[in-house]
C-alpha cells in the first residue's frame, strides 16, 4: 500500500511540474531536436523520467534543471534511434536476398532457348495450331489480337490453342518426346 502511495506521489509531482514549466519543456524540446516527429516522444520519455526519478530537494533552479534533463533525454532519444539502426542494417546484411547478375550473354542464351523451345514443339503441331500458340504464348497477345493477326476468327484461334495444349500435354507426358530428344542429341 505504501508503494502505490509513493508512486502515486511521484506522478502527482511530475504533473505538477509539467503544469508549470510546460511552456519552457515544449520551446527546449523544439529548440534541441531535428525530428519534430520525435517531439512528443520526447516530452513523454521527460514525464517519465521525472516519474522515475523526481527533481531532487536541493535543486534551485528548476527551468535549468529541467532544460538540461531535456537535452539528455534527446541524446538517449538519439542513441537508441542509432542503435536500432545498426542492428537493423547488419540484420538487412545477413538477410539479402542472393540476387544472381544476369550478363547479356544470359539474356541472349535464354532468347535462344525460348525460340528453340517454340521449334520443338511446334513440330508436333499442325501449322495453325503452331501459329496460334506462337500467337498467344510467344508473343503475349490476347486472343483477339492473334486473331486479328492470324486472320481468322477469336472462336477458331481459341479452339487451335485448345488442341494445340492438349497435343503437347500428352507428348510430354508420354515417351515420344523425351525419346526424339534422346536421339538429337546422340543420333
Given at each position: 500500500m505504501e508503494a502505490n502511495f509513493k508512486k502515486s506521489r511521484k506522478v502527482e509531482l511530475a504533473?505538477?511540474?509539467?503544469?508549470?514549466?510546460?511552456?519552457?519543456?515544449?520551446?527546449a524540446i523544439y529548440s534541441n531536436i531535428s525530428d519534430y516527429s520525435k517531439a512528443e516522444d520526447v516530452y513523454q520519455e521527460l514525464f517519465l523520467s521525472l516519474v522515475h526519478c523526481p527533481i531532487p530537494g536541493h535543486?534551485?533552479?528548476?527551468?535549468g534543471y529541467l532544460y538540461r534533463a531535456v537535452k539528455h533525454d534527446i541524446i538517449d532519444l538519439a542513441k537508441k534511434n542509432s542503435i536500432y539502426r545498426k542492428h537493423i542494417c547488419r540484420y538487412g546484411k545477413y538477410q539479402r536476398p542472393k540476387v544472381k547478375r544476369r550478363t547479356p550473354l544470359d539474356y541472349i542464351v535464354e532468347t535462344e532457348e525460348f525460340a528453340n523451345f517454340f521449334n520443338e514443339i511446334e513440330q508436333y503441331l499442325s501449322p495453325a495450331e503452331g501459329n496460334a500458340?506462337?500467337?498467344?504464348?510467344?508473343?503475349?497477345?490476347?486472343?483477339?489480337?492473334s486473331a486479328e493477326q492470324m486472320g481468322i476468327s477469336k472462336r477458331s484461334v481459341s479452339r487451335y490453342k485448345c488442341v494445340a495444349l492438349k497435343k503437347l500435354r500428352a507428348v510430354f507426358n508420354g515417351s515420344l518426346f523425351h525419346q526424339r530428344r534422346i536421339r538429337a542429341k546422340c543420333g
Amino acid at each position: 500500500m505504501e508503494a502505490n502511495f509513493k508512486k502515486s506521489r511521484k506522478v502527482e509531482l511530475a504533473s505538477e511540474i509539467f503544469e508549470e514549466y510546460s511552456d519552457l519543456i515544449r520551446a527546449a524540446i523544439y529548440s534541441n531536436i531535428s525530428d519534430y516527429s520525435k517531439a512528443e516522444d520526447v516530452y513523454q520519455e521527460l514525464f517519465l523520467s521525472l516519474v522515475h526519478c523526481p527533481i531532487p530537494g536541493h535543486i534551485q533552479n528548476v527551468r535549468g534543471y529541467l532544460y538540461r534533463a531535456v537535452k539528455h533525454d534527446i541524446i538517449d532519444l538519439a542513441k537508441k534511434n542509432s542503435i536500432y539502426r545498426k542492428h537493423i542494417c547488419r540484420y538487412g546484411k545477413y538477410q539479402r536476398p542472393k540476387v544472381k547478375r544476369r550478363t547479356p550473354l544470359d539474356y541472349i542464351v535464354e532468347t535462344e532457348e525460348f525460340a528453340n523451345f517454340f521449334n520443338e514443339i511446334e513440330q508436333y503441331l499442325s501449322p495453325a495450331e503452331g501459329n496460334a500458340v506462337e500467337q498467344v504464348f510467344r508473343h503475349e497477345r490476347e486472343i483477339s489480337e492473334s486473331a486479328e493477326q492470324m486472320g481468322i476468327s477469336k472462336r477458331s484461334v481459341s479452339r487451335y490453342k485448345c488442341v494445340a495444349l492438349k497435343k503437347l500435354r500428352a507428348v510430354f507426358n508420354g515417351s515420344l518426346f523425351h525419346q526424339r530428344r534422346i536421339r538429337a542429341k546422340c543420333g
